[in-house]
């Protein structure tokens, strides 16, 4: 029970596990892809870091929610640290959305997408395996 | 010297361990030494841990293997903001070597350097890198105090 300042706005929380919880009760969206209520906590997406009043960064999810805590989510050092591990992420990443069963529900392609990921600055390490074609599929 | 002093300057002592190398080494290969070291570590749980050095060890390897540079943005984005934000002590420390190469030998890896080869096969000396960074200092301060006349 208590109460903590985010973006600046007064929310109470009474029961919520961690900061993230908290966040997202305040109607707040910090994306996650690690994070799942129900199941125990990885921290390790590190979508979720937000910075507290001394400019201190730690991972939302794993951090116990205390009376008089104050956050911010949303500046522009975490957004720029949000898209590089997005950037990360895809850089290893097999990019042919085009051809990708899962797009258009893709959750690390909309995140992309919403945070501005526009070009990646790394190279493609995904391993290439050709395709087999010794062997006909269907006889 | 104790752990308080070399934390003060950027420096860890880690086991207690020093290493003692002349201006003949070359500190793009050290930073690749150290940081193949911390890559192969990395336990691979969080992104910016095992992306991060993977990438950061990409990018030494071919200023190495090169022995030219590429932009200091991208080494310096792949380590300056991945420092904080990890889960672990590893992978806090891991883009040190980065870091600190980059703080005090900056033209070696910013591709502003002489582009010739010294005999021990290195690219420039580190010596003279420092030399560059103290008239470049004494540069700024006599700018500034010429500035400062003239308001």
């Known amino acids: 029970m208590g109460y903590m300042t985010i973006d600046g706005r007064t929310v109470e929380f009474t029961d919520e596990p961690n900061v993230l919880a908290v966040i997202r009760k305040a109607d707040i969206d910090i994306p996650t892809l690690c994070y799942h209520s129900e199941l125990s906590v990885y921290g390790a997406c ?5 910075e507290n009043e001394k400019g201190k960064t730690f991972a939302s999810c794993s951090e116990k929610p205390r009376d008089g805590m104050i956050v ?17 992420l895809l850089a290893a ?3 042919d959305c085009t051809t990708c069963i899962k797009s258009g529900e893709c959750q690390l392609q909309s995140l992309a997408h919403r945070m501005g ?23 | 010297m104790d ?27 050290v930073a690749r030494f150290f940081m193949n070291f911390t890559q192969r570590e990395s336990c691979g749980k969080c992104v910016p841990c095992r992306e991060g050095t993977k990438r950061m060890l990409e990018i030494l390897e071919r200023i190495v293997a090169e022995r030219k540079a590429v932009g200091p943005g991208r080494t310096a984005g792949a380590g300056r903001h991945d420092r904080k934000y990890r889960l672990c002590g590893l992978g806090k420390s891991a883009p040190k070597p980065v870091i600190s190469t980059m703080h005090a030998f900056r033209r070696r890896v910013s591709g502003t350097h002489r582009r010739e080869e010294m005999p021990s096969g290195n690219l420039l000396q580190p010596a003279e890198d420092y030399g560059l960074i ?5 540069a700024a301060r006599s700018a500034q105090e010429l500035s ?4």
């Open chain 1, 72 to 88: 911010y989510t949303n500046t522009p050092r975490l957004m720029k640290y949000r898209k590089l591990i997005l950037e990360l």
């Open chain 2, 3 to 29: 752990f308080d002093s070399l934390t003060k300057i950027g420096a860890m002592i880690g086991s207690g361990g020093l290493v003692v190398m002349d201006e003949d080494t070359c500190m793009v290969e």
């Open chain 2, 134 to 138: 103290r008239r470049n200092a004494k």
């Open chain 1, 46 to 50: 590190r979508l979720c870091t937000v």
């Open chain 2, 148 to 151: 400062g006349k003239r308001n």
């Open chain 1, 93 to 95: 990443h097999c990019r």
């Open chain 1, 117 to 139: 990921v526009e070009n990646i600055r790394f190279e493609n390490t995904k391993e290439q395996h050709p395709l087999d074609f010794k062997f006909p599929v269907y006889r």
